[in-house]
């Protein structure tokens, strides 16, 4: 059900927003000059190619940075769960033991030596 719903909304914005980059696309073919200083590189190309290209790279910059900030809170997240995991598991294992410790005994086996200190 909710791949659907996902469909549904990824069609409802996504459709829009490409019809909206092809009408501005459309309307904003006349060449522009392009020039990547420092580099000797001068190339001319249709002004929605230039603006969408810099509005995709823009995005892949950020994005970029925000994972690379984000690392350490991945990696905190990371090492809290580790050990939630090893509390978890120790927690487990004293539980078994407390069980064992308090388990009846069985009066048929021989009670256990105790030594005079």
Same mark, same amino acid.
């Given at each position: 059900m909710k791949r659907g719903i996902g469909k549904f909304l990824s069609g409802l914005i996504g459709i829009p927003i490409a019809a909206l980059?092809? %009408?501005f696309a459309i309307a904003n073919r006349?060449? +522009? %000059? +392009?020039?990547f200083w420092p580099l000797p590189i001068f190339?001319?190309?249709p002004l929605a190619l230039v603006l969408i290209v810099a509005a995709i790279g823009g995005f892949l910059i950020a994005a970029l940075i925000h994972w690379l900030i984000s690392a350490k809170m991945r990696w905190q997240v990371h090492q809290?769960? /580790?050990r939630a995991e090893d509390a978890e598991r120790e927690l487990a =294992? =004293?539980?078994a033991s407390q069980? /064992? %410790?308090l388990a009846p005994v069985d009066p048929q086996l021989p009670a256990p030596h105790q030594h005079a200190d």
């Open positions: 980059v092809v %009408a006349q060449s +522009v %000059a +392009v020039d190339i001319e190309m809290v769960t /580790r =294992l =004293l539980r069980t /064992r %410790a």
